[in-house]
C-alpha cells in the first residue's frame, strides 16, 4: 500500500500546517500529511492535539481515527529537531498521549506503510490500532543512539509483556502488521479494504462499547524477577556501537514492571533527555544522515537514467571475488564467476559454500535458501561466459598490468554497454579504463573484506566514467544492501589513502620509543576496532610494502622516511598468514603475541636514524593517530576526491573500524573544535616536520569562524 488509504476523504478542515480533520458519518479522521515521513514535529503535535479538542466538542463525532498521508503513518520524531527548541515545544507527544487517554471517544490508529519511533509510540498510546498487513511497526531508536522517549519503554511491555519488548526495543528492528497482531501490539489487520475495516471496527465499538476505553497505560505488567533482570542486561553486546542506549532502554523497559505508569515515563524522559545530549547519540544520528547523503551525486545531470542489470559476472574467484559473488547471488541476481584453472574455481566455489554454510548452522540462512543462492552462481572457465552479463566485476591480483590485460579481454567479449568494473583497492582507475575501447563504461567498485559482510563500497569514477554508469553503481549498491561512497582516482581513494599518515604516524611513534602493543592498545581504548599495526598483520604487510615500493621514486628525499615496516617485511614477516608481522602467531591463532625480536628491530631502525627514544603517552599516540586521518581528510575534500567531509565519516565508521559513536574522523575534528585541530596540526609541525602543515581546507575554515568543513 503505497499512499493513504484514506486520501479520497473530503472536505479536509486544517487543524495545523500538516494536520487535518475530516469527518465521515460519526468518524473523524486526523491526518497527518508532513512529507517525507510524517515525522511528529512541533507542528503536527499542535495540529494533532487541535484536531483531538475539536472531535471531542462535535456531538455527532463518536470516535476517531489518526491516521497518516502519502506512504506512512508516521516515521517517528523529527530527528533534526532534536537538540532545538521545536523539541520540546507544547504539547509534547506525552502531552498529545495524555489528551488521547483523557478522550471520552474512542481513538484508533490506523497504520499504512510504517510507524517507528515516536510514530509507533503515538499509536500505543491510543484506545486501539489497526494495522495494514504488509506494515512496518518499530522503535528502532536505538539505532540513533537514544531509546523511545514517548512512552514506549512504558507501553509496549504493558501490550506484549517484558521479554517481548526488550527485545523489540533494543534490537530495534521493526515487524510487520502480522506480526504486530500476534504479539498483541495492533488489534486487527487489513489487506486493501482498510475504509471498509475501519468502519466495521468503529461500528462494532460502538455497537458494544466497554465500560471504559482500553489503554495500555492502565494494564498491569508481570516483573521479571532479580535473575532474569540480571541476564537481560547480561545479553546486552557491550561493544555494540548503541550498547548505552540499549541498556539505558532495557533498564527503562524493566522499570516498567517495578515503577507506576507516570513514574516509569519520567524515567524514559531523563535516558532520553541524557541521551539526546550525549556524544554517542549524536555522533549516530550525524551518521544516519552522512550515510543517506553519501549515496546521492552532487551535480548530477538531471534525466539522467540506470542501466538494466539483470546479470552479473565476476573475474576471479579468490576470497574476494567469492564474496563478490556471494553479494549478488544474496540479493536474487545470477553470477557467473570466472577463474583461469579448475582447481582455482573449485577452491571458490567451495569457500562460497563453506560461507553458506556457517550462516546455515548460526540459523540464519535455510538449507533450501543455501542452495537457491548456490544455484544462482554459474562457474566458467571461459571468459567469453562474461558476454552477456550486464555487470562484469574485476577481482584479481592487485597489479596494473594484470588488471590491464583484463580489461581488454572483457573489452573483446562484453556486449556493448556493459559496466567494466575493477574492485582494486588503490590502482589508477584511468589507466585501466584506458586498455578498453569503452572507458565511458569503466569504473571502480572497491568492495571490503569479507565482501559478503562489510556493508561499504567506494564506487569510483574515472575521468571518462558516463553519468549512467556512476547512477547505476551508486543504485545498484544500494540494492545489494551497501552503503556506497562515490569518490574520485587518486592513490588509495579515500579510505586507504588516508591509512597512510595514519600507519606514518604510528612507525614513527615505534621509533620515537612506543611499542606495538601500546599503540595498538591506546588506539582500541579509544574505540577503534583495531589497532594499526594488529591491522597490518591481519591484511598482509607484503600488500602494503608493494605499493611502498611502487611509491618509492616519488617520496620526496627530504621527507622522513621510517623504515620499521620494510625492514620486518625483508625478513619475511608478512604477519598472521606468515606467523610473524608486528606481533608473533602460535599455531594458527590470530592472537598477536608481542615479539622482542621486533622490538629490537624497532630500536635498531631508530638507532641508525639517529632517533632518541622516549618515553610515549597514550595521548599522544592518539592525538597523532586521529589528526594525521583528518588533516588528509581534509585535503581529500578540497581536492574533490570525495563529494563532502562526512562521506569521509561513512568510510571510516564502514570499512576501517572507526567508533561510531565518534562520528568518523570528520565529525570527530568537530566535537574537538576546529580551531583547536589547528594549533595542535601546528604544534606538530613545529616539532615533527612539515607533513603535518595543517590542509588550507581546515586553516580557511577556522579563519571564516566556522567549526565545520561541510557547505
Given at each position: 500500500m503505497s499512499a493513504s488509504p484514506f486520501a479520497a476523504l473530503t472536505p479536509r478542515d486544517p487543524?495545523?500546517?500538516?494536520?487535518?480533520?475530516?469527518?465521515?458519518?460519526?468518524?473523524?479522521?486526523?491526518l497527518i500529511n508532513n512529507p517525507p515521513v510524517n515525522g511528529l514535529g512541533a507542528s503536527v503535535r499542535q495540529g494533532l492535539a487541535q484536531g483531538l479538542a475539536r472531535a471531542q466538542a462535535d456531538a455527532a463525532v463518536r470516535a476517531i481515527v489518526i491516521a497518516g498521508e502519502g506512504r506512512m503513518f508516521?516515521?517517528?520524531?523529527?530527528?533534526?529537531?532534536?537538540?532545538?527548541?521545536?523539541?520540546?515545544?507544547?504539547?509534547t507527544l506525552r502531552q498529545v498521549a495524555e489528551r488521547i487517554g483523557a478522550s471520552t471517544k474512542p481513538v484508533v490508529a490506523v497504520i499504512h506503510g510504517m510507524a517507528l519511533g515516536g510514530g509507533l509510540e503515538l499509536a500505543l498510546a491510543c484506545h486501539y490500532r489497526l494495522a495494514a498487513e504488509e506494515a512496518k511497526l518499530g522503535l528502532p531508536e536505538v539505532n540513533l543512539g537514544l531509546l523511545p522517549?514517548?512512552?514506549?519503554?512504558?507501553?509496549?511491555?504493558?501490550l506484549i509483556g517484558t521479554q517481548a519488548a526488550l527485545a523489540m526495543i533494543t534490537g530495534g528492528r521493526p515487524v510487520s502488521g502480522v506480526k504486530a497482531r500476534q504479539l498483541s501490539i495492533v488489534d486487527d489487520v487489513f489487506g486493501d479494504d482498510a475504509q471498509a475495516t475501519v468502519t466495521a471496527f468503529v461500528q462494532s465499538l460502538l455497537?458494544?462499547?466497554?465500560?471504559?476505553?482500553?489503554?495500555?497505560?492502565?494494564?498491569?505488567?508481570?516483573?521479571?524477577?532479580?535473575?532474569?533482570?540480571?541476564?537481560?542486561?547480561?545479553?546486552l553486546n557491550p561493544k555494540a556501537r548503541n550498547a548505552l542506549a540499549q541498556r539505558r532502554a532495557a533498564q527503562c523497559v524493566l522499570a516498567a514492571g517495578t515503577v507506576p505508569f507516570e513514574a516509569g515515563l519520567d524515567l524514559e524522559r531523563e535516558g532520553f533527555g541524557e541521551l539526546v545530549n550525549g556524544p554517542e547519540s549524536k555522533a549516530l544520528r550525524h551518521l544516519f544522515?552522512?550515510?543517506?547523503?553519501?549515496?546521492?551525486?552532487?551535480?548530477?545531470?538531471?534525466?539522467?537514467t540506470t542501466r538494466s542489470v539483470a546479470s552479473v559476472g565476476v573475474v576471479g574467484a579468490g576470497t574476494m571475488g567469492g564474496g563478490i559473488a556471494m553479494c549478488f547471488a544474496n540479493a536474487g541476481i545470477p553470477v557467473v564467476l570466472y577463474e583461469r584453472d579448475q582447481a582455482a574455481l573449485d577452491r571458490g566455489l567451495g569457500l562460497i559454500r563453506k560461507n553458506y554454510d556457517v550462516s546455515a548452522k548460526k540459523g540464519k540462512l535455510s538449507a533450501e535458501q543455501v542452495d537457491q543462492r548456490m544455484a544462482r552462481i554459474t562457474p566458467s572457465l571461459d571468459m567469453s561466459a562474461m558476454g552477456q552479463a550486464d555487470l562484469i566485476i574485476e577481482a584479481v591480483f592487485e597489479e596494473l598490468a594484470v588488471k590491464q590485460a583484463v580489461f581488454t579481454q572483457l573489452d573483446a567479449v562484453c556486449k556493448p554497454g556493459a559496466i567494466l568494473a575493477t574492485n582494486t583497492s588503490r590502482l589508477d582507475i584511468n589507466l585501466i579504463a584506458q586498455a578498453t575501447k569503452r572507458p565511458q563504461d569503466v569504473i571502480g567498485l572497491h568492495f571490503f573484506s569479507p565482501a559478503n559482510v562489510m556493508k561499504l563500497l567506494e564506487v569510483v569514477r574515472s575521468d571518462s566514467t558516463a553519468d549512467d554508469v556512476i547512477a547505476t553503481s551508486m543504485k545498484l549498491a544500494v540494492d545489494i544492501g551497501k552503503i556506497p561512497v562515490l569518490v574520485r582516482v587518486c592513490e588509495g581513494f579515500v579510505g586507504n589513502r588516508m591509512l597512510s599518515p595514519y600507519w606514518?604516524?604510528?612507525?614513527?611513534?615505534?621509533e620515537e620509543g612506543a611499542t606495538?602493543?601500546?599503540?595498538?592498545?591506546?588506539?582500541?581504548?579509544?574505540?577503534?576496532?583495531?589497532g594499526p599495526l594488529a591491522m597490518?598483520?591481519?591484511?598482509?604487510?607484503?600488500?602494503?610494502?608493494?605499493?611502498?615500493?611502487?611509491?618509492?621514486?616519488?617520496?620526496?628525499?627530504?621527507?622522513?622516511?621510517?623504515?620499521?615496516?620494510?625492514?620486518?617485511?625483508?625478513?619475511?614477516?608478512?604477519?598472521?598468514?606468515?606467523?610473524?608481522?608486528?606481533?608473533?602467531?602460535?599455531?594458527?591463532?590470530?592472537?598477536?603475541?608481542?615479539?622482542?625480536?621486533?622490538?629490537?628491530?624497532?630500536?635498531?631502525?631508530?638507532?641508525?636514524?639517529?632517533?632518541?627514544r622516549r618515553e610515549i603517552s597514550d595521548e599522544e599516540i592518539v592525538a597523532r593517530s586521529m589528526l594525521a586521518l583528518v588533516n588528509e581528510g581534509a585535503r581529500i575534500v578540497e581536492e574533490g576526491v570525495a563529494q563532502r567531509p562526512a562521506d569521509i565519516d561513512v568510510v571510516y565508521t564502514s570499512g576501517y573500524g572507526f567508533p561510531a559513536t565518534r562520528g568518523g574522523p570528520m565529525f570527530y575534528a568537530e566535537t574537538l573544535g576546529l580551531a583547536n585541530v589547528v594549533a595542535t596540526l601546528t604544534q606538530f609541525a613545529a616539532v615533527h616536520g612539515k607533513h603535518w602543515t595543517p590542509a588550507p581546507l581546515l586553516v580557511e575554515a577556522v579563519k571564516a569562524g566556522k567549526n565545520s568543513l561541510g557547505k
Open positions: 487543524c495545523s500546517e500538516t494536520v487535518s480533520l475530516s469527518i465521515a458519518g460519526q468518524i473523524a479522521y486526523l508516521s516515521g517517528g520524531a523529527d530527528v533534526r529537531q532534536f537538540n532545538t527548541p521545536l523539541a520540546n515545544a507544547e504539547p522517549g514517548g512512552g514506549g519503554t512504558q507501553r509496549l511491555p504493558r455497537a458494544n462499547p466497554p465500560a471504559s476505553w482500553p489503554l495500555a497505560a492502565h494494564r498491569p505488567v508481570e516483573p521479571l524477577d532479580a535473575q532474569a533482570q540480571e541476564s537481560a542486561l547480561a545479553a544522515f552522512a550515510e543517506r547523503a553519501a549515496a546521492k551525486v552532487e551535480g548530477q545531470p538531471s534525466g539522467v606514518r604516524e604510528a612507525w614513527f611513534l615505534l606495538p602493543a601500546q599503540i595498538d592498545g591506546a588506539l582500541t581504548r579509544f574505540g577503534m576496532a583495531m597490518g598483520d591481519m591484511a598482509g604487510l607484503d600488500i602494503n610494502w608493494a605499493a611502498r615500493k611502487r611509491l618509492a621514486p616519488t617520496r620526496p628525499k627530504d621527507e622522513r622516511y621510517s623504515r620499521v615496516a620494510d625492514r620486518i617485511c625483508e625478513l619475511g614477516r608478512f604477519g598472521q598468514k606468515t606467523g610473524a608481522g608486528y606481533y608473533r602467531y602460535e599455531g594458527g591463532s590470530r592472537t598477536p603475541i608481542p615479539d622482542p625480536e621486533v622490538d629490537a628491530i624497532i630500536a635498531e631502525v631508530a638507532a641508525e636514524a639517529g632517533i632518541e
